[in-house]
């Protein structure tokens, strides 16, 4: 398997635009996590998925964020509209069960929002 | 491409023994960062320690420390009196100098500490 595919790798935009950021776990991963990485806050966990349907949102910043999961291979985060804030690496984990067990992270989503 | 291995899928301790979770990594690059995070049922991550690949002192947080061995690649993280609250997922990471630009997860090791 080619492990947790995001895309894109890097994503420059202006304050205001929408950005779409996206995910392709592991075949036969039922677990699908969304995470940032901030120098300031460290790693956040945003949402987790369970066989596609959203599990934990608790840690969605705000409601410009959202995450959809219309299928087992593929999920999208969403951000509308982009602050500079949202500036951070968005990682994409996905695992085989059991919940917290064992993940394999993505090779992240490095944004920037000017 | 650098990767990151976790051996021990699964480890468990009693409550105040000393526990050590197994981490090596590979890269060409002499600069780097290395972490150990922390994700308990709760579920949000927690940094435990940080290493830079520059310091040979191994950095130390109140019952945690590592075993940084540059030359092998090697990055443990030891538990000392191990406590309830600290069975967890736990996650070895890299992360290249030029930050964001390049940061690796291990696969994670569960820990139970068993009173």
């Known amino acids: 398997d080619a492990g947790v595919i995001q895309s894109p790798r890097h994503e420059v935009t202006e304050m205001g635009q929408e950005v779409t950021l996206r995910c392709k776990p592991i075949?036969?991963?039922?677990?699908l996590f969304w995470y940032r990485q901030t120098m300031m806050r460290g790693l956040e966990l945003l949402i987790y998925f369970n066989n596609n349907v959203p599990i934990d949102d608790s840690g969605m910043p705000e409601d410009r964020f959202s995450a959809k999961m219309p299928n087992a291979s593929f999920s999208t985060l969403k951000i509308q509209p982009s602050e500079p804030r949202d500036s951070a690496v968005y990682f994409c984990a996905s695992g085989p069960g059991q919940g917290f067990d064992t993940q394999y992270f993505g090779p992240g989503t490095r944004l920037t929002v000017l | 491409a650098q990767t990151v291995t976790q051996s021990q899928p699964e480890m468990s301790v009693q409550e105040a023994e000393t526990v050590t979770l197994s981490c090596t990594y590979d890269?060409?690059?002499?600069?780097?960062?290395l972490f150990w995070y922390k994700q308990p049922p709760s579920r949000q991550m927690i940094l435990v320690i940080r290493?830079?690949?520059?310091?040979?002192q191994n950095a130390t947080e109140n019952r945690f420390s590592v075993n940084f061995q540059k030359a092998a690649k090697s990055f443990s993280l030891k538990i000392s009196d191990s406590q309830l609250g600290d069975t967890a997922m736990y996650f070895c990471a890299f992360m290249n100098e030029d930050y964001g630009q390049n940061f690796v997860f291990g696969p994670g090791t569960r820990l139970s500490v068993l009173p």
């Open positions: 890269t060409s690059e002499n600069n780097y960062y």
């Open positions: 290493q830079e690949a520059y310091k040979q």
């Open positions: 075949s036969g991963h039922d677990y």
